[in-house]
C-alpha cells in the first residue's frame, strides 16, 4: 500500500522529530558550555527535565482562566502539527497540499498568540511584560519572514515547501546563488527571533527584567510547562530543518525505499548537529541585544531578504 | 425567475415591515422583536438572493427582474430613470454581504436595545436600523446612476442618524459632524464621476455608461476613476480620508458599529470596482498601483494606530482601515495584472480582495458585536477598566478570541486564508514584465505581513487586557454575561469565521466566477481537489496549495491525542490552585499587571518617529519622604498627523471664510432685499448679453 507508506512516513517523521528535539537542544546547550569552558550537562538533560516535569503536580495561578489550562495544548498542536508539514526526510510529503511555507510560518505564530495570551491571564507583571515583548518581536519578524518566502517562491515558483526542495535539488546551481544565499541570512536571524535566542532573547536568563519568553511562560509548571518546553525545542528543530532542507536539501529522499529514508536520516542528522554548533559558536560570541536594539537586528534581517528579492528579480 | 423576485419581495417588505413595527409598536419587547424580525427576514431574503443570484448560471444578458422602475415626472425619460435590477453577480456577491451580517446583527440588536427601555425612544434606532439594512441592500442591486446616488444617500443618511442615537454625548455629535462632512464630502466626487461618465441623452443606465466610457480619451477616463476613487475611498475609509472612521464607529450603537465596519465601508469597494472593472472595463497600470500603495499605506497605518488605542471600539475602527488597506491591496494588485494583460493572476487579486471584504465583515461585525457585549456588561469602552471578563462572560470571552485569531491572520481561520490569496496573488506579481513595477510587489507584501504580525500584537493586548488578567475596575468585577439573544448573534459570525475558512475550496472558484466578465476577465482558474485550494502561481504548473478544511481536522485531532497521550504516558495529573507567584510580595492586586499602555509600550518606541510620543508623568509624593510615592498619572499621546496637518488646516480655512462670509448676513431685511434686487439686475443683464 503506497498510499499508507507515505502517511507512516509522515507520521515516523513527526515522532523523530519529537525524539529528537530535546536532544538537539541539549546538544546546543553543551556545545555552549564546553565553549565557554565550563562542563556542561550532557546533551540528554532534556529528556531527564521532561521525565521530571511530567511526573510534578500543576500549580495554576488562582487569577487564571480555562485559557491559561488549554494554550498548553494549543501551542503543542500546532507545532506538531508544523512538523507533519515540514520536509524533514522525504518529498513530497502527503500533507504537502495542506500547508505550505506561510502555514507553516502562521501555524507558529498561532501557538506564539495563544502563549502571549497565556501570559496576561494570571495577572502577574512579569507575564505581560513577557507577552508583549514577545509580540513585538513576533510582529517585527514577519515581514522578514514574508519577504524570504517571497524570495524562495520566485525561484521554485511556488510555495509549497515539497515544491520548492524539489526544485533546488534539480537544479542544484540555485542553492548557491545570491537571492538563496541572502534569504537564508535572513531566514537565520528570524530564527533567533523566533526562537529566544541569542542576541535577542537569552534562553539561559532567570533575571526578570532580560526575560521575554521566560517571562511570558513564568507561571507554568508540571506537565503544562513540559508541553510549552517541549513545543519551543521543536520548533528550534523545525527552524533548522528549514534552514537545512530548504536551502541545502541534498539527502532528503526522492523515493520512500529504506536506503533512501536512512542516508535523509542521517543527512538530517548531520545537518541539525552542524546548525547546532552554528549556533552554539553564535551564541557564544555575541552579547544580548537591549530589547530597543533588536528592530536594529531585525531591520537587518529585513534588509538582506528585499536585497534576496532584488537579486531574484535581477536573475530572471 | 419567480423565486428571485419573491425574494427581493421579501426583502424589501421585510425592511419594511421592520421598520413600521418600530414606529408603531414603539417600546417593549414586542416591538423589539418585531423590528429585529423584520429586519431578519429581510436580511435573510436578501442573504438568499445573493446567493442564487452570484451562483446561478444565468444567460447572457442577465435576468430582467425590473422590480422597482420609476420614472421621474417632469425630465425626459432617459434621465429621471431609476431603476433597481439584480443581475450583476460583482453585486451580488455584495447583496449577500449585507445578508449575511445583517440577520445576526437584527438579532443581537434584540437584546442590545433593551438597556435603552425607558431612557429613550426604540422608534428612531428601530426604523433606522431596516431602513439602513434596506438602502445598504439597494446600493448593489441599483443598475442606472440615479438609482445608485439614491440609495447611497438614503444609507448615508440613516447611518448618519444612526450614529447620532446617542446624541446626547459631546463625542458623538461631534463624530456625527465628521461623518456627515466626510460622507458628503465623497458624495460630491462620486456624482462628478458619473457627470462625467453620463451619455449625451442623459441616459443613466449602467450599460449605456459602460458604452460612454468605451468613447472617452484616456485621460477623461483616469479622471473619472481618480474622482470615483476619492469619492468611494472616504466611504471605505482608505487613508488619508479614513478621519470619520475611528470617531463614528464607536459612537454609534455597538450593532450599528457592526454594520457600519462590516458591511457599509464594504459598499466603497464595490464602488471602486464598479466604476473600474463595470463601467470603464480597467485602465492603465498606475490606477491599480495607485490603489495598492493607497491599501498598502492604510493597513499599515490602521493597525499602528489601532495599537495606540485603547478605547475598545476606536481599536476596532482602526482595524477596519487596516482590512480595508488589505482588500485594497488584493484589488489594486488585480487591476494592475489585468493592464498588464495577465488576466488570470487579476482574477486572483480580485477575488483575493472579494473574499477578504466578506471574511472582514465577519469577523469585524463580530468584534464589533463582542465590544457591544462588553459596554453592555461594564458601561465602558476604555480598556483599562476592564479585565478578568473571561470569569464573568466565557461565552463573550470564547467568541471574541474567535473574531480575534480570526483578524490577526490565524490559521486555519477565514482571515488567514483570504490573506494567504493575496499574498499569492502578490508573488504572482513578480511575472509582470515591467521589473521597476514589479518590485512594488514584494514591498505590498513586507507591508502586508508586517500589518498582520502586529494585528496579533493588538489582539493579544484587545482580548488579554479586556478578557484575562484581574478586574481592574467595579464595573468589571460585577459584569454579567449577556442576553441568549446576543450570544446567538455573536456565535452565528463565530461559526461563520471558521466555515469560511475551511471552505476556502469552494470560495475561491465562486468569487472567480462573480468576476468573471467584467473587464474582459476569466473565471478563476484556481483548481479544487478534494478538499484543498491549489492556485495557479507565476510558473506554469506551479501551485500554492492550502486545505483549511483538513488543518482545521487535524489541529482538532492533535488537540484531542495530547491529553489521552498524556494519559497512556502515565504523566502526574495532579493540579493546585495557588498565588500567582510574586517575587516575594504579600498581596496581588489588580493594579500590578500589565495595562494596555504598557503592553504596547515598546511598539510605541519603535515607531516613534509616526506617533511622536508625549509623556507626562505626574508624581504625587508622600510629605515625609520622597522615596514614598502617593500616586502617578501617566499619560501618553501620539500625534494624530492627519488631524492635525492635513483637516485642520482645512478646517480653519473654510471657518475663516465662513466667518467672512457671515458678513453679508447682516440680519437687515433692507439689505437682503438690496441682495435681491442686485442678483435679479445681474441676470436681466446677463440674459441681454447673451439672450440675443
Not at chain 1, 141 to 149: D, G, Y
Not at chain 2, 44 to 69: H, V
Request: charged share 10%.
Amino acid at each position: 500500500m503506497p498510499v499508507l507508506k507515505v502517511y507512516l512516513v509522515a507520521l515516523a517523521q513527526t515522532t523523530l522529530a519529537l525524539i529528537l528535539a530535546p536532544g538537539l537542544v541539549g546538544l546546543i546547550r553543551w556545545f555552549k558550555a564546553r565553549l565557554q569552558n565550563r562542563s556542561g550537562a550532557p546533551a540528554w538533560q532534556p529528556y531527564l527535565e521532561l521525565r521530571k516535569l511530567f511526573a510534578k503536580e500543576v500549580v495554576v495561578s488562582r487569577s487564571a482562566s480555562w485559557l491559561f489550562r488549554a494554550v498548553p495544548f494549543v501551542v503543542f498542536a500546532s507545532t506538531v502539527a508544523v512538523a507533519f508539514l515540514v520536509p524533514m526526510l522525504a518529498v513530497p510529503l502527503p500533507f504537502d497540499s495542506v500547508g505550505d511555507l506561510l502555514v507553516v510560518v502562521y501555524l507558529l505564530l498561532l501557538g506564539t498568540f495563544f502563549l502571549a495570551l497565556a501570559g496576561l491571564d494570571p495577572g502577574s507583571a512579569f507575564g505581560g511584560m513577557g507577552s508583549s515583548r514577545e509580540m513585538t518581536v513576533a510582529a517585527l519578524s514577519e515581514p522578514t519572514v514574508a519577504l524570504a518566502i517571497f524570495a524562495l517562491a520566485l525561484s521554485a515558483g511556488s510555495t509549497n515547501l515539497g515544491q520548492i526542495v524539489a526544485r533546488t535539488m534539480a537544479d542544484p546551481a540555485t542553492a548557491v546563488s545570491p537571492g538563496y544565499l541572502l534569504a537564508f541570512g535572513a531566514l537565520f536571524v528570524v530564527t533567533l527571533a523566533e526562537n529566544g535566542r541569542l542576541p535577542v532573547d537569552n534562553p539561559a536568563t532567570h533575571l526578570e527584567l532580560t526575560m521575554i519568553h521566560e517571562a511570558m511562560i513564568l507561571e507554568y509548571s508540571g506537565r503544562y510547562l513540559a508541553l510549552i518546553e517541549w513545543a519551543a525545542w521543536l520548533k528550534v528543530l523545525l527552524f533548522f530543518s528549514l534552514l537545512g532542507n530548504l536551502f541545502v536539501p541534498w539527502g532528503v529522499a526522492t523515493a520512500l525505499t529504506p536506503g533512501a529514508l536512512c542516508w535523509a536520516g542521517t543527512t538530517l542528522l548531520a545537518k541539525l548537529v552542524a546548525l547546532a554548533v552554528v549556533l552554539a559558536v553564535f551564541e557564544t560570541r555575541v552579547a544580548k541585544l537591549r530589547l530597543f536594539r533588536v528592530p536594529e537586528l531585525l531591520a537587518v534581517s529585513f534588509v538582506l531578504a528585499v536585497l534576496a528579492i532584488t537579486v531574484s528579480f535581477l536573475a530572471r | 425567475m419567480p423565486l428571485l423576485g419573491i425574494l427581493l419581495d421579501l426583502m424589501v417588505g421585510g425592511y419594511l415591515c421592520g421598520a413600521l413595527a418600530a414606529l408603531v409598536l414603539g417600546r417593549g419587547v414586542l416591538a423589539r422583536w418585531f423590528t429585529a424580525l423584520g429586519a431578519m427576514v429581510g436580511a435573510g431574503a436578501g442573504l438568499l438572493l445573493g446567493i442564487l443570484d452570484w451562483t446561478e448560471p444565468r444567460p447572457a444578458g442577465g435576468i430582467d427582474i425590473y422590480w422597482l422602475s420609476i420614472t421621474l415626472p417632469l425630465v425626459p425619460e432617459s434621465i429621471g430613470h431609476i431603476s433597481f435590477i439584480a443581475v450583476d453577480t460583482l453585486g451580488a456577491v455584495f447583496l449577500a454581504l449585507v445578508g449575511l451580517v445583517g440577520v445576526p446583527v437584527a438579532l443581537y440588536g434584540v437584546g442590545y436595545s433593551r438597556a435603552w427601555e425607558g431612557r429613550r425612544s426604540l422608534r428612531p434606532p428601530g426604523t433606522l436600523l431596516n431602513l439602513f439594512l434596506l438602502s445598504m441592500s439597494m446600493v448593489p442591486l441599483a443598475a442606472s446612476a440615479l438609482a445608485f446616488v439614491l440609495a447611497w444617500e438614503l444609507m448615508a443618511i440613516t447611518s448618519y442618524l444612526l450614529v447620532m442615537t446617542e446624541a446626547d454625548e459631546p463625542e458623538t455629535v461631534s463624530a456625527g459632524n465628521w461623518y456627515l462632512g466626510m460622507t458628503q464630502f465623497g458624495l460630491g466626487f462620486i456624482l462628478v464621476a458619473f457627470f462625467l461618465l453620463l451619455p449625451a441623452d442623459g441616459s443613466g443606465d449602467f450599460t449605456a455608461l459602460a458604452k460612454q466610457a468605451t468613447t472617452l480619451s484616456p485621460g477623461l477616463k483616469s479622471l473619472v476613476f481618480v474622482l470615483a476613487l476619492i469619492g468611494f475611498g472616504s466611504k471605505a475609509g482608505l487613508v488619508p480620508l479614513h478621519v470619520w472612521l475611528p470617531s463614528a464607529h464607536p459612537a454609534a450603537p455597538s450593532h450599528v458599529s457592526a454594520l457600519l465596519s462590516g458591511v457599509m465601508i464594504k459598499l466603497g469597494v464595490y464602488g471602486v470596482l464598479l466604476f473600474a472593472l463595470r463601467l470603464l472595463g480597467g485602465g492603465p497600470a498606475w490606477w491599480g498601483g495607485l490603489v495598492l500603495t493607497l491599501g498598502a499605506v492604510s493597513a499599515l497605518l490602521g493597525v499602528l494606530y489601532a495599537l495606540m488605542e485603547h478605547d475598545l471600539k476606536r481599536l476596532l475602527a482602526y482595524h477596519s482601515i487596516e482590512n480595508i488597506g488589505i482588500i485594497f491591496i488584493g484589488v489594486g494588485a488585480g487591476l494592475m495584472f489585468l493592464s498588464y494583460g495577465l488576466p488570470a493572476l487579476a482574477v486572483l487579486g480580485f477575488v483575493g480582495g472579494l473574499y477578504h471584504t466578506i471574511n472582514h465583515a465577519c469577523f469585524k461585525g463580530l468584534l464589533f458585536l463582542g465590544a457591544g457585549s462588553v459596554l453592555h456588561a461594564t458601561h465602558t469602552r476604555n480598556m483599562e477598566e476592564m479585565g478578568g471578563l473571561i470569569k464573568r462572560m466565557p461565552r463573550t470571552a470564547l467568541f471574541f478570541l474567535v473574531g480575534a485569531a480570526a483578524i490577526s491572520a490565524l490559521p486555519p481561520l477565514n482571515g488567514f486564508v483570504s490573506e494567504w490569496v493575496v499574498f499569492q496573488a502578490l508573488v504572482g506579481g513578480a511575472s509582470i514584465p515591467k521589473r521597476q513595477v514589479a518590485v512594488l510587489m514584494p514591498i505590498a507584501v513586507a507591508m502586508l505581513a508586517l500589518a498582520s504580525g502586529l494585528a496579533a500584537a493588538c489582539f493579544v493586548k484587545a482580548f488579554g487586557i479586556t478578557f484575562l488578567g484581574i478586574a481592574r475596575s467595579h464595573e468589571a468585577e460585577e459584569a454579567h454575561e449577556v442576553p441568549v439573544s446576543m450570544q446567538v448573534a455573536m456565535a452565528t459570525l463565530a461559526l461563520a469565521c471558521v466555515v469560511l475558512g475551511a471552505a476556502a475550496y469552494a470560495m475561491v472558484p465562486a468569487l472567480g466566477r462573480a468576476v468573471a466578465g467584467l473587464g474582459g476577465l476569466p473565471p478563476a482558474s484556481a483548481a479544487t481537489v478534494g478538499w484543498s485550494l491549489s492556485l495557479p502561481l507565476s510558473a506554469p504548473g506551479a501551485v500554492g496549495q492550502i486545505s483549511p478544511l483538513p488543518m482545521l481536522l487535524g489541529l482538532v485531532l492533535l488537540l484531542a491525542a495530547i491529553p489521552i497521550a498524556l494519559w497512556l504516558f502515565r504523566a502526574s495529573r495532579a493540579l493546585r490552585v495557588s498565588d500567582t507567584w510574586g517575587c516575594g510580595r504579600i498581596a496581588q492586586t489588580p493594579r500590578m499587571q500589565y495595562t494596555a499602555t504598557a503592553f504596547a509600550e515598546p511598539l510605541r518606541r519603535i515607531f516613534a518617529a509616526l506617533y511622536r510620543p508625549t509623556e507626562d508623568v505626574s508624581i504625587d509624593f508622600h510629605p515625609e519622604s520622597r522615596y514614598f510615592v502617593q500616586s502617578i498619572a501617566y499619560r501618553a499621546r501620539v500625534v494624530p498627523w492627519f488631524e492635525r496637518f492635513l483637516y485642520d488646516p482645512v478646517i480653519a480655512r473654510v471657518t475663516s471664510w465662513a466667518t467672512r462670509v457671515r458678513a453679508i448676513q447682516s440680519g437687515s431685511l433692507h439689505a437682503y432685499l438690496t441682495y435681491l434686487v442686485a442678483a435679479l439686475v445681474i441676470l436681466l443683464g446677463l440674459l441681454l448679453m447673451w439672450g440675443s
